[in-house]
T-cell receptor
């Protein structure tokens, strides 16, 4: 089985722009979770989608949003980018959301 | 408050030496427990997990972890480290209540030749 894929792997944006990140889960997995990883804050949970519905949400501002499609692929959007949004964004998929999560390689976002 | 603590931010061991990385959690009931490893610039790879049953769990790459309910701990061990084990290790907890998985802050492992 192919693993979790994330595109793009690297992004450079400027403040005020918006960005969309994509995640394709392992085939058959219906849950997709997103995390932000920074040196200062570590791994922080953004949100989880299961069968196209947001099931859980972390403590991030409304500028961070996501969605999931019927094929379980998920996108994450960040609007009005700030310097502090520079991070590695990781996507993880699991069968049900309450079992083992498998991570993608991440998207490295740099905001200038 | 519910939390996951990895008390050691950095650990340095010599190649061939044994390793133990600590993880403590604070939850009301026994959660699901995980250890992940992350190499620089990469995503997280699952090393092992504990859901129930035998409290000594075997994982990949020669790692094992022991769940101790009385100490709310899930420490990761390896009898003999290799230079390729240098990475960051994360302990994670799933409260099993449709709640989000919580990660510890990570322990960065350095290996001396």
């Amino acid at each position: 089985k192919a693993g979790v894929t994330q595109t793009p792997r690297y992004l450079i944006k400027t403040r005020g722009q918006q960005v969309t990140l994509s995640c394709s889960p392992i085939s058959g997995h219906r849950s997709v979770s997103w995390y932000q990883q920074t040196p200062g804050q570590g791994l922080q949970f953004l949100f989880e989608y299961f069968s196209e519905t947001q099931r859980n949400k972390g403590n991030f501002p409304g500028r961070f949003s996501g969605r999931q499609f019927s094929n379980s692929r998920s996108e994450m959007n960040v609007s009005t980018l700030e310097l502090g949004d520079s991070a590695l964004y990781l996507c993880a998929s699991s069968s049900t959301g309450t079992d083992t999560q498998y991570f993608g390689p991440g998207t490295r976002l740099t905001v200038l | 408050a519910q939390s996951v603590t990895q008390p050691d931010i950095h650990i340095t061991v010599s190649e061939g030496a044994s390793l133990e990385l600590r993880c403590n959690y604070s939850y009301g009931a026994t959660p699901y427990l995980f250890w992940y490893v992350q190499s620089p610039g990469q995503g997280l790879q699952l090393l092992l997990k504990y859901f129930s049953g035998d409290t000594l769990v075997q994982g990949i790459k020669g790692f094992e972890a022991e769940f101790k309910r009385s100490q709310s701990s899930f420490n990761l061990r390896k009898p003999s480290v290799h230079w390729s084990d240098a990475a960051e290790y994360f302990c994670a907890v799933d409260p099993r209540r449709d709640d989000k998985i919580i990660f510890g802050k990570g322990t960065r492992l350095h290996i001396l030749p």
